[in-house]
Structure formats: structure tokens, C-alpha cells
């Protein structure tokens, strides 16, 4: 929270007053996973709830003064996605098997691709951009049938009692032959990724 809805609330706090007399605008930083929730990452996806309703209320008391795109990505490349993790002890750990339990089999956008959208969608003015554009299919799914989409994450993600998260469907469907080289950009299939 502290990062995720705190670090974007208190910049914007601060720029309100120098945005308001350029006409500039803010792009604040959400997530799908506000309405494509995955398990294991709940305080990441309600702290992007949290500020998904930040700036969508933000922008009903701005008015026009400010325009706000709030930016919904999907899996897009970063150190996250391409394995490096925290260990108990407080450790950066590179674990690419465990990345992919976590990320599965869900198609990862370039980060040049994203950032391309990203900026291409703040000078339109746009008010939301789910990105890549195939993740926003996941909305009508989630209004229509929250039922089927829970059952289909349930499923996909979670193993049974004493079953290891890494023999889940999802990640069993990852390591068929092929699969990473079409789901993953280059950058997060290169085993080479710093850990210090």
C-alpha cells in the first residue's frame, strides 16, 4: 500500500496546484488485476482497487482542469516477471520456475510495448487504457459472469491440499514445449537476469 496507492496519492497531492495552472495531466498507475483478481498477490491487487477509486474520484472533483488516464497493464516485462524474488532472509533470489507459477500461461507484454501505449494513450487524453488490449476482454467477463471467471482463476491457479503451488494447471501448461517462447518477450526468457 505504501507504494502501490500511498507513493502515487502523495505525488499527485503535491502536483494538484502546478497541474491545475498548466492544464497538465496525470497517468496514474492501476492494474488489471483490479478486475482480473489472481490468487497469491491480494494486498497488490486491493492496494490497485484502492487506487483505481483514488482517480476516478480524483477526476469527478478536478473537474477538466486535469485530465487523469488511469493505466490498467496486464503482465508486462519487468524484474518481477522475469524471476526475481525476496527471500525470507531478505535476499534478491532468482527463481524463473516460481515466476512462472505466478505469471503462468497469460501472454507478458514488452515494457517498450507498454510504455508505447501508455504515452500514445495520456496525449489522446483517454481516460483508461488496459494494456496489452486483449486483457480488457477479462471486464465484461467479470461483470457478466463473476462466477466463471473466479472458477476459471480457481482452477487455472490453485492446486489442491498438499499439492506445491508449482504443479498448477496453469503452470503445467507453461512448460509444454514451446508455450514460453510465444508467451514470454525475449528479455524474461534469457536465464542471464541480475540478482544483485
Known amino acids: 500500500m505504501d507504494v502501490n496507492f500511498w507513493g502515487q496519492v502523495y505525488c499527485t497531492y503535491f502536483a494538484i496546484p502546478h497541474l491545475r495552472k498548466s492544464k497538465g495531466k496525470i497517468v ?17 491487487n486491493a492496494s490497485k482497487a484502492a487506487v483505481m477509486s483514488f482517480f476516478e474520484t480524483l477526476r469527478i472533483e478536478v473537474g477538466s482542469d486535469i485530465g487523469i488516464t488511469i493505466i490498467n497493464p496486464g503482465v508486462i516485462e519487468s524484474e518481477i516477471t522475469k524471476g526475481r524474488f525476496m527471500s525470507q532472509e531478505g535476499r534478491m533470489e532468482l527463481d524463473q520456475e516460481m515466476r512462472d507459477v505466478e505469471m503462468s500461461a ?18 489522446r487524453g483517454d481516460r483508461y487504457l488496459a494494456t496489452p488490449s486483449w486483457i480488457s476482454s477479462a471486464l465484461p467477463l467479470k461483470i457478466l459472469c463473476p ?8 482452477m487455472m491457479f490453485i492446486t489442491g491440499p498438499k499439492k506445491s503451488q ?3 494447471p496453469s503452470k503445467k501448461i507453461l512448460d509444454l514445449p514451446g508455450v514460453k517462447k510465444f508467451m514470454y ?12
Do not use: H
Open 106 to 123: 497469460i501472454p507478458m507484454e514488452s515494457a517498450e510495448g507498454c510504455a508505447k501505449a501508455i504515452l500514445k494513450s495520456a496525449c
Open 28 to 44: 496514474a498507475m492501476a492494474s488489471s488485476s483490479v478486475w482480473l483478481s489472481f490468487p497469491r498477490v491480494t494486498v497488490y
Open 185 to 196: 518477450p525475449s528479455s524474461v526468457q534469457n536465464q542471464e537476469v541480475k540478482v544483485d
Open 166 to 168: 508449482r504443479e498448477a
Open 147 to 154: 462466477e466463471v471467471l473466479d472458477w476459471f482463476n480457481r
